[in-house]
């Protein structure tokens, strides 16, 4: 399966530190860029056919990923196509200006360059098959946020306080299983958002619940807990023999 990865952003709040001159995709984990760690994992489950939808710093991006599978002995099988889709463009419509290079998928991947996690891709396949009908189906976490939830009663007098974790909901974790519907529903380049919600009167999207490692790196915080584990040889998102490129 192919697998499109969207890499275009701006990375606006990992602004502010001494990296900040690196897009995000290309902020680092031990000694290899977030967008490579998120390509090992899907390659360590044998799906090594990438699409990199890029945008802001879009030949730095090209240039640090083609060095590392030019290099790198676990990475040199890997097959990468490089797509400009624009500077300020929203997500949904990297995916619209991607569509033909999936076209013959009849189910791929898509998510974005920043979040890591131990999912069994191999899992989320099987699961999607037993869904033929769906168009969409997208990892479902628990929230990542560390901050609690309170309950106010008409007098403003708190009920109850409640750690956002605890609460029986899910947010979207970014990996996502796509099969060739869905452009029907994303329209042009419509938000992924608005893709979605018309896919619930028809019970086209399915959520895989996992309880296990996810935490992306949308904060220079979270990036250095990431390297910090990558440091300690905790690495529940991949392989730790991607560590050195030769």
């Known amino acids: 399966m192919k697998v499109v990865l969207f890499c275009g952003g701006h990375g606006m709040r990992m602004l502010g530190w001494s990296g900040e001159g690196l897009p995000k995709p290309l902020q680092l984990v031990g000694d290899l860029p977030l967008v490579v760690h998120v ?8 799906h090594t056919d990438f699409v990199l939808c890029l945008g802001h710093a879009a030949d730095q991006i090209q240039d640090a990923v083609s060095l590392v599978v030019a290099n790198h002995p676990r990475a040199r099988h890997w097959n990468v196509e490089y797509l400009d889709t624009g500077m300020d463009t929203l997500i949904g419509e990297r995916l619209w200006l991607a569509r033909h290079l999936v076209a013959d998928e009849e189910m791929f991947f898509a998510n974005y360059s920043d979040v890591l996690t131990d999912v069994s891709l191999d899992d989320m396949v099987e699961r999607m098959k037993a869904f033929p009908t769906a168009a969409a189906m997208m990892l479902a976490v628990r929230p990542h946020a560390s901050f609690h939830v309170i309950n106010i009663r008409d007098n403003d007098t708190v009920s109850g306080f409640h750690r956002l974790e605890e609460l029986p909901i899910r947010e979207n974790g970014g990996y996502l299983i ?8 994303l329209g042009g380049g419509r938000n992924l958002d608005v893709a979605f919600e018309s896919l619930l009167p028809t019970r086209q999207l399915i959520a895989y619940r996992h309880d296990g490692f996810w935490l992306p790196a949308d904060t220079f915080k979270e990036r250095a807990q990431l390297d910090a584990m990558y440091g300690s040889g905790n690495v529940p998102w991949g392989r730790r023999d991607m560590a050195t490129v030769p």
């Open 178 to 185: 796509l099969r060739q519907p869905f452009f029907d529903h």
């Open 39 to 46: 390509m090992s994992h899907y390659a360590a489950y044998g």
